[in-house]
């Protein structure tokens, strides 16, 4: 649907039949063509441009009606960057010569329901296009955008961009197994899941952004903008000084078909607050269906087999141990703050306490018999010591 043409919508139910509560909002506002597009539920309202596919994000701010601007317009902004360096972007410390820009090709209405309502924005660039899916669900403080690109650039790499309503903004990165505050200056930076903007609005509230997504490394803060790099197209295995030749014939990076999934996480205060590390592994790291035929078996129909609190301890490591049938678990403090972390295994019918460090990591041994003390072990599964239990017996230590 070009952006000039009304909003394709499904068909409408037919007289008379039931229509199912639709906590999760989709309309059209405004006269067409300036109306936007506005995905609502009880936490965020997303609007998207009807002319230029990008969007605006407010969040709802606890017992108050009125909307926290987080990201005030232009969000979600794909932008084609000049990329004239090798593989390993030498002498390259940041990305931002545009290339040209993206024009809205389609914008659609994929669904509207009970648990969630979408809509797929695509923008089409020379021989390139990338289209975006953003899915509001009823219960979900958070947008998840599901993209698909189709690459054929050359040199060029590919970037997405989130102005925030922030000021005096501080910038924090995800790294393996804790966090680092950078200073916002537009360079690029590695990271790992998740990156977050925090700071106060004009009245002075704490809020920020914080973006997850599950497949992308590169990340760069200008000011109050994120910028996520989806991909670079430089010349495969190309390395300096070597100097291509101009009517040479090579192979170019990340051509043809990707797919990954992001997060929009807002928030008041910080990204503690919204608990940002334990929803960025939750993207990583989502339930998996396996069919099964009917048969007996010894697990209840409905159990849990690891609970892991409070939100800021992440549980990591879940495996057999490698000389016996007991659990290895290894946990880590993500929010930098000492804590007191609960294990509870409730198929094992125990349960573990500990104390935890800022940003430390513990590993443990459970071992199958219940008679048996916890014991805490090394990266290797050597043993340091007996950890203190908690299972409804007598404590072991």
Do not use: C
């Amino acid at each position: 649907v070009v952006p000039d043409e009304p909003l394709e919508r499904r068909a409408e139910p037919r007289a008379g039949a039931a229509r199912p509560a639709r906590p999760v909002s989709l309309t059209v506002e405004g006269a067409r063509p300036s109306g936007p597009v506005v995905l609502e539920n009880d936490h965020l309202r997303l609007e998207i441009d009807r002319a230029t596919g990008l969007l605006r994000l407010l969040g709802k701010r606890s017992q108050r009606s009125s909307r926290a601007v987080i990201i005030p317009g232009g969000g979600a902004r794909p932008v084609p960057v000049r990329d004239p360096s090798d593989t390993w972007g030498h002498r390259m410390y940041a990305f931002h010569d545009p290339a040209g820009e993206f024009e809205l090709s389609a914008l659609l209405e994929l669904e509207t329901g009970p648990v969630r309502a979408s809509v797929r924005a695509e923008h089409r660039f020379a021989q390139s296009r990338i289209t975006q899916d953003f899915l509001l669900y009823r219960d979900q403080p958070a947008v998840e955008v599901r993209v698909a690109v189709d690459w054929h650039e050359r040199s060029t790499m590919l970037k997405l961009r989130f102005p925030t309503a922030v000021e005096d903004p501080v910038a924090t990165y995800e790294i393996p197994y804790g966090h680092l505050v950078r200073p916002p200056n537009g360079g690029e930076e590695p990271g790992q899941s998740w990156v977050d903007v925090s700071g106060h609005d004009a009245h002075g509230a704490r809020l920020g952004l914080a973006l997850a997504n599950d497949a992308k490394y590169g990340y760069d803060v200008l000011g109050d903008e994120i910028g996520l790099t989806v991909l670079r197209s430089a010349i495969f295995a190309h390395h300096e000084p070597y100097a291509p030749d101009p009517d040479g014939a090579y192979p170019f990076q990340d051509q043809g078909r990707q797919r990954f999934t992001y997060l929009l996480i807002p928030h008041q205060g910080d990204w503690r607050q919204a608990a940002v590390p334990r929803r960025a592994a939750e993207l990583h790291q989502p339930p998996v269906t396996l069919l099964e035929t009917l048969h007996d078996g010894p697990l209840p129909a409905r159990a849990a087999f690891l609970e892991v609190a409070p939100e800021g301890v992440l549980a990591t490591v879940v495996k057999q141990a490698e000389d016996a049938d007991d659990t290895i678990v290894r946990v880590h403090e993500a929010h930098g703050q000492q804590t007191t972390a609960t294990l509870r295994f409730p198929s094992l019918e125990r349960s573990l306490q500990v104390p935890i460090g800022a940003s430390e990591i513990r590993t443990f041994r459970i071992p199958r018999d219940a008679r048996m003390p916890v014991v805490e072990t090394d990266i290797l599964e050597d043993p340091l010591h007996h950890a203190s239990e908690d299972s409804g017996r007598d404590r072991s230590t």
